[in-house]
């Protein structure tokens, strides 16, 4: 699920928060989705396009899943949400960063989502050992790495859920933070299509409603989808 983002996947509670907190709204392009990101310091919310009736949200340090049920809300801890889909630990990706070789700039520039950016090509070895190499461009712009950190912990919440290990991620988020610079865009993974540093509509990163245990009938349902 959180491929998409693959080496930003450690950012959670290894990124020093800045002084003052960006807030903003985001258009990303994931792969093949749509994600709408909402963020206010160390709060945000995940919209995905073709899923109108869920959302992913993080309050303070956790993760809900937010999903509609008899015309009400449903908040249900996230992190147990991605046990019961992944049915336990889950392997990564082959292609998975699991140590970070190099972040170096190529001396280009690219504007992404009406933002300059710096081109850096990133080097590292994936799960499997194989040395790889992509292109990414990075911004200095506070709304911009206030964005990756939100998408960043809450893919590590996730990961962990799923007892994924995220030590080479972490790497890349270590130098993206001492090199004060946040993600634009990376391949064809991931890129930012508008971005708006304005805060998010009143109540949006709020609980809907009280978290509540999954129904067992639910659980039964959703791991059968799962399977699919």
């Given at each position: 699920m959180m491929r998409w983002i693959g080496w930003l996947l450690a950012?959670?509670?290894?990124?020093?928060?800045a002084v003052v907190l960006a807030a903003g709204v985001a258009t990303v392009q994931a792969g093949d989705r749509t994600l709408t990101v909402s963020f206010d310091g160390p709060d945000a919310r995940v919209?995905?396009?073709g899923i109108g009736q869920g959302y992913l949200l993080m309050r303070d340090g956790k993760l809900y899943s937010v999903m509609r049920a008899a015309g009400r809300p449903l908040v249900m801890d996230g992190g147990a949400m991605a046990r019961l889909l992944g049915g336990g630990a889950s392997q990564p990706a082959p292609d998975m960063?699991?140590?970070?070789?190099?972040?170096q700039p190529t001396g280009a520039r690219e504007?992404?989502?009406g933002r300059a950016g710096a081109v850096y090509t990133v080097s590292y070895r994936d799960e499997q050992g194989r040395d790889r190499s992509g292109r990414g461009v990075l911004s200095k712009q506070p709304?911009?790495?206030e964005l990756t950190r939100a998408l960043g912990r809450m893919a590590v919440l996730l990961q962990a859920a799923a007892g994924q290990?995220?030590?080479g991620a972490r790497q890349v988020l270590d130098a993206l933070e001492e090199k004060g610079l946040g993600l634009l865009a990376y391949e064809q993974q991931f890129r930012v299509q508008r971005l708006?540093?304005?805060?998010?509509?009143?109540?949006?990163?709020?609980l809907p409603a009280p978290p509540t245990q999954l129904p067992p009938e639910l659980g039964q349902f959703l791991q059968g989808l799962s399977r699919q």
């Open positions: 950012a959670g509670g290894w990124i020093a928060p919209d995905v396009g960063i699991r140590s970070l070789t190099s972040l504007t992404v989502a709304e911009v790495r290990p995220a030590d708006a540093a304005t805060p998010p509509a009143p109540g949006s990163l709020d």
